[in-house]
């Protein structure tokens, strides 16, 4: 059980570490340049089957890179539910990779998430070695 708990822990741990330093590269060595809402895909709650009124919604978000054609891509970080086609963001991305892109009005949302995800390891690791040990 030691075992099993220390690995989902540390795997907790690791990815979400590994998805705080990825957004971090992106705020510190990205480019910047605005996007816009060109559709929506609806995500369905599985328990409601596929009723509309439980159901939240991706955004698609098109932009332009300093190089290369325009991109539009899914955005599946926030949990902002107000979407709208049309509307406008400042996008954040990686040059080298634009498919490494967040939108800066949701920095403080994702980097909520990524924290609780990364004590949510550690704990996992902490309350397994102290079962253990008791």
Not at 54 to 83: E, K, M, N, V
Not at 107 to 127: C, H, M, P, Q, Y
Request: hydrophobic share 40%; charged share 10%.
């Amino acid at each position: 059980m030691l075992a099993l708990g220390c690995a989902f822990g540390a795997y907790l741990f690791y990815y979400f570490l590994g998805r705080y330093h990825e957004q971090r590269l992106i705020q510190q060595h990205g480019e910047t340049t605005q996007g816009t809402v060109v559709a929506l895909i609806p995500i369905y709650d599985p328990e409601y089957s596929n009723d509309v009124n439980h159901c939240s919604y991706d955004p698609i978000i098109q932009f332009q890179p300093s190089t290369g054609a325009p991109i539009a891509l899914q955005y599946t970080r926030a949990t902002f539910t107000d979407w709208q086609v049309g509307q406008q963001f400042t996008v954040r991305y990686l040059a080298a990779d634009p498919q490494q892109f967040l939108l800066p009005a949701h920095w403080d949302s994702n980097e909520d998430w990524l924290f609780t995800g990364i004590l949510l390891g550690a704990a996992t690791v902490l309350i397994s070695v102290l079962a253990y040990m008791s």
